[in-house]
């Protein structure tokens, strides 16, 4: 087995469905089933069964995942170390974020960092936090950028980027008592972000909120909410140039202290002797302490 074996296995597992695993891969269905087949001989195993819900990997599949998922992120770390080892900052640098952050904030970030460092390679994931935060934790990625408290997940080394204030937003002032009895737009998010409503909510009111709507996407929320159809919670670094068209108001604690959605970026210590790693690092310290993140 070589790394595109190791690559093959890991994405069949993770579609559980061989012909999404081959549109993935690029190559023919026959031709993966043929190589899945070459493997099963060599091994002397049966690497998955099928069933009318997807693919069930066995003990020894599950355990031949394991170790492709080893070797891939041995591979990444030798090639990691082999770009160090020529002497200046280059080499490929795997980021991941969250999604709404690479769409707000990262594009005029990531060019500068660029423009310092030509000869980096960046590989950027975008998506949920949970979702970032889980390909941190499997080492596929070497810097995770999420929004929420992880504490319980990562407590390796960092960085606070910001906190962001949580606010409600409407078209039109809005009385606070009034809020269950009003439409309210709710949008996908991560569990993370969810709860921290959720929260909100349940220590400000004993009935669930109203929601008349559910979209897919935040954009679409407030665009919703420009046309006076409801109102919804929402970190306030998402406003855009809006907060003089629209009502804003911060969530507070039963204290009255504010509520906060934070930054976080997360990184591991045993990779900051790589060029690429700490020179973004000390490129996102740097920013902070400029103010301009």
């Known amino acids: 087995m070589d790394l595109k074996d190791w690559f093959m296995i890991k994405t069949i597992y993770d579609a559980r469905n061989i012909t999404r695993a081959a549109d993935q891969l690029h190559i023919s269905q026959p031709a993966l089933t043929y190589r899945l087949k070459q493997i099963e001989t060599e091994l002397s195993i049966k690497i998955f069964s099928r069933s009318r819900r997807g693919i069930i990997f066995t003990p020894e599949g599950e355990y031949l995942v394991e170790y492709a998922t080893s070797m891939m992120t041995q591979y ?16 490929e640098l795997r980021i991941g ?41 499997n080492e596929e990625i070497q810097i995770g ?28 002032p809005l009385h606070f008592n009034n809020l269950p009895n009003l439409p309210q737009i709710s949008y996908k998010t991560d569990q993370n972000l969810k709860h921290l409503i959720d929260k909100w909510w349940k220590n400000n009111f004993n009935r669930p909120p109203h929601i008349m709507m559910e979209v897919d996407k935040l954009e679409t929320c407030k665009e919703l909410i420009k046309q006076g159809l409801g109102y919804a919670v ?13 009502f804003v108001q911060n969530l507070r604690t039963p204290e009255g202290e504010l509520i906060y959605r934070k930054l976080w970026l ?18 996102i310290q740097a920013k902070l302490k400029e103010q301009h993140l």
């Not at 594009?107 to 960046?122: G, H, R, S, V, W």
């Open 234 to 246: 929402i970190p306030r670094y998402l406003l855009q140039n809006e907060e003089e068209t629209l």
């Open 145 to 172: 950028i999420v929004r929420g408290e992880y504490d319980h997940d990562w407590d390796g080394p960092k960085i606070l980027m910001n906190e962001d204030p949580m606010c409600l937003i409407s078209k039109k």
């Open 76 to 91: 990444r770390q030798f090639k990691d170390r082999l770009m160090d080892m020529k002497g200046s900052v280059h080499g």
């Open 97 to 137: 974020i969250s999604s709404n952050y690479a769409h707000y904030k990262l594009p005029p970030i990531l060019k500068e960092f660029l423009d310092m460092y030509p000869n980096i390679q960046t590989k950027v994931n975008t998506g949920w936090s949970a979702s970032i935060l889980k390909s941190f934790l």
């Open 266 to 283: 997360f990184y591991r210590e045993k990779e900051m002797n790589l060029s690429v790693v700490k020179s973004f690092v000390d490129f």
